[in-house]
């Protein structure tokens, strides 16, 4: 698997309507705008690891994806990092505990940064109930 492949299990499996965005000029905008029926939206950071790291964490974020979900968030705007590590995990961090997770976290510090997971696979109604969280319902 891969980021993208992660992208388009995302598109078929999440009920949210994302648009896939590939931003070559501003630099540490995420990969994905999303937006519910009701109107929330917000974005969303996607990271894929192969495996569970032995020590140290390291998600994959860049300072200037750091920088930009920060600013984001201040905004009081809704902004997400979605990662899935190997097959079997798929986590969501809130955009304010991006600047943390990107400084190398231990396995502890890491899992008290989720705001949300999933171990095994994901059925229906996990991937409902990750919207939910998502759009803060």
């Excluded at 992208?7 to 000029?25: D, I």
């Excluded at 519910?36 to 032995?54: C, Q, R």
Aim: hydrophobic share 35%; with cysteine.
């Amino acid at each position: 698997m891969s980021e993208n492949n992660f992208w388009h299990l995302l598109r078929t499996c999440l009920p949210l309507k994302m648009y896939r965005v590939e931003n070559k000029v501003m630099r540490g905008m995420p990969d994905i705008h999303y937006i519910n029926k009701k109107g929330k939206s917000g974005w969303i950071e996607l990271k894929y690891l192969d495996h569970w790291p032995e020590k140290r964490v390291a998600t994959g974020l860049s300072l200037n994806q750091v920088l930009w979900l920060k600013e984001y968030k201040s905004y009081k705007g809704h902004c997400w990092v979605l990662i899935r590590i190997s097959r079997d995990f798929i986590g969501l961090i809130d955009g304010s505990n991006s600047k943390e997770v990107y400084n190398r976290v231990s396995k502890t510090q890491f899992c008290n940064f989720l705001h949300w997971y999933k171990k095994g696979n994901m059925k229906k109604q996990d991937w409902i109930e990750l919207a939910e969280v998502i759009c803060d319902k």
